[in-house]
Structure formats: structure tokens, C-alpha cells
């Protein structure tokens, strides 16, 4: 199977940016597809951003299009998401996932405070 393990999370200002990162090992990392989704407290996880094997697609919710860009190295096995222009609506534990293997991080908390 395919771990994840992801990093970068903390606190930060309204109007701030972050970069999260996710490192993954198990599979080749050029195989599959992956994501990121978000958590916050009292509410179902949700979809955030999608980036296809190679990197030429990617997807957003409509509530981060514009402000998060989702990219890969795939020579480092590695996802990433920048986040900018960020809200307090942000703040959630993020998790990056990999739906062809079902696998998901630990998750990284983000917190905005205005």
C-alpha cells in the first residue's frame, strides 16, 4: 500500500499563506493520482484539491479556486498545497489522500486566526 505522511501545517494571520506538504512511499509515486481534503471541527471532511499522476490536471473546490494551488514532484514523491489569501474558514486538519490506494495521512492542522 501507499503511506502518507503529511507536514507543514501551523498558525497563521487572515490574508497569510502556508505550504503543506505530503511525502508518500510504498508505491511508485508517478502511478496515481492525489488529493488533499480538510476537516473542521464538527463538520464532514471535504474535498479541497486534486492533482492527476503526472501533474497536467488539477482540480479545486470552488471555495479555494484562485487562493490554493495544488502541484507534485515527482521525483520527491512529494504533493503539495499552497495556500494564500487565507480565511478563517480555512482552519480545519488537512489530510492529503490517495484514492486509488484508499490511503490517507495523519493530517496537519491549520488554524486562521483573524
Known amino acids: 500500500q501507499v503511506q502518507l505522511v503529511e507536514s507543514g501545517g501551523g498558525l497563521v494571520q487572515v490574508g497569510g499563506s502556508l505550504r503543506l506538504f505530503c511525502g508518500a512511499s510504498?508505491?511508485?509515486?508517478?502511478?496515481?493520482?492525489m488529493g488533499w481534503f480538510r476537516q473542521a471541527p464538527g463538520k464532514e471532511r471535504e474535498f479541497v484539491a486534486a492533482?492527476?499522476?503526472?501533474?497536467?490536471?488539477?482540480y479545486y473546490a470552488d471555495s479555494v479556486e484562485g487562493r490554493f494551488t495544488i502541484f507534485r514532484d515527482n521525483a520527491k514523491n512529494t504533493v503539495y498545497l499552497q495556500m494564500n489569501s487565507l480565511r478563517p474558514e480555512d482552519t480545519a486538519v488537512y489530510y492529503c489522500?490517495?484514492?486509488?490506494?484508499?490511503?490517507w495521512g495523519q493530517g496537519t492542522q491549520v488554524t486562521v486566526s483573524s
Open positions: 489522500n490517495a484514492p486509488r490506494w484508499n490511503s
Open positions: 492533482i492527476t499522476e503526472s501533474g497536467g490536471s488539477t
Open positions: 510504498g508505491r511508485t509515486f508517478s502511478s496515481y493520482a
